[in-house]
T-cell receptor, first 116, second 114 residues
């Protein structure tokens, strides 16, 4: 079946503008995650959603970052008043919930954000 | 603070030889560990995982070893193939499962020469 998809694949914006990044998880996956990878760094956890539970927002770096998940499927990550340090690849992942392999997080190709 | 560390930014090996990628962690709450492989312009792809109740897990050419007392894990690839050339990330989770927040290392670039 289809994997995790993200759009746009690339986004260039000016400092101070707002951006929205979209993630379509694998059908049937109840958990959705956002990570980012800055240049030369590992993946940094941002937020995750599980069903109707309150999301774990513990990784969001500032209140300029927010995310929502509509209808338990598609998610949008919004960055307000972008700064140059927000430049990174933003990766979305989804997983089932259970034991063993159903928990595995499957990643999308990412959105490369460049803030000028 | 960096709770998961991959101290070797890069590794170069000859085709057919063994590749050994290392990872150290500091958080004692971590009890589930994963390796992901990443090609340029693609998202990370799950490779292999291990629970802290084991010290070894094998899947084909890939074996992960876990040394809990040393808080160290390693990924062995035998034999290495040019198609294995990629960035390898180790990741850790608490709660005995990969569900939930993963903490990643910085990655190691593996180059396998023909």
């Amino acid at each position: 079946g289809a994997g995790v998809s993200q759009s746009p694949s690339n986004k260039v914006t000016e400092k101070g503008k707002d951006v929205e990044l979209r993630c379509d998880p694998i059908s049937g996956h109840t958990a959705l995650y956002w990570y980012r990878q800055s240049l030369g760094q590992g993946l940094e956890f941002l937020i995750y959603f599980q069903g109707n539970s309150a999301p774990d927002k513990s990784g969001l770096p500032s209140d300029r970052f927010s995310a929502e998940r509509t209808g338990g499927s598609v998610s949008t990550l919004t960055i307000q008043r972008t700064q140059q340090e927000d430049s990174a690849v933003y990766l979305c992942a989804s997983s089932g919930v259970g034991t063993g392999m159903t928990d595995t997080q499957y990643f999308g190709p990412g959105t490369r954000l460049t803030v000028l | 603070d960096q709770q998961v560390k991959q101290n070797s930014p890069s590794l170069s090996v000859q085709e057919g030889r063994i590749s050994i990628l290392n990872c150290d962690y500091t958080n004692s709450m971590f009890d589930y560990f994963l390796w992901y492989k990443k090609y340029p312009a693609e998202g990370p792809t799950f490779l292999i995982s291990i629970s802290s109740i084991k010290d070894k897990n094998e899947d084909g050419r890939f074996t992960v070893f876990l040394n809990k007392s040393a808080k160290h894990l390693s990924l062995h690839i035998v034999p290495s193939q040019p198609g294995d050339s990629a960035v390898y990330f180790c990741a850790a989770a608490a709660g005995g499962t990969s569900y939930g927040k993963l903490t990643f290392g910085q990655g190691t670039i593996l180059t396998v020469h023909p």
